[in-house]
């Protein structure tokens, strides 16, 4: 009976080991936003601490934002044009992470980024906004 007992807890506690601790919980702009103006830093807040060890931001052309097949946005990088930014992979584990942006102006923009939470879990996302004016 106590064998059954342990093996019902570890059947049901193995699929939440598998999950990352530390996933992105706000980032500023947002994803998918439009603003009137452009962000001088983008803002990354995470449930729990991680280290950032890759941001990149990209300005997308007027042909990038067209679907692209699943097999091939695995494969590439980005359509867009790389922004070029002094961010240099962090290895302090925060919460919170301040990437500074140079000026940038109109348009569709992509951000890639990768962190290392606390647990040794690797997390990664793409990010979009748009500067659009008034």
Known sequence: M????????VLFSL???????SPLKL???MDGASLSKAPIQYKMLFKSPA???KFEIFKKGKNDNKDTSLLKSLFKNSDGKVIETNYKPSLVLSERHLIKLPKIDF??????WRAVGEDGHVLKGILTFEVKGK
């Open 27 to 29: 980032s500023n702009p």
């Open 107 to 112: 348009g569709s923009y992509e951000v890639r």
């Open 2 to 9: 106590l064998k059954k007992i342990i093996l019902v807890f």
């Open 15 to 21: 699929p939440t080991m598998a999950l990352p601790h």
């Open 51 to 53: 280290k950032l060890i």
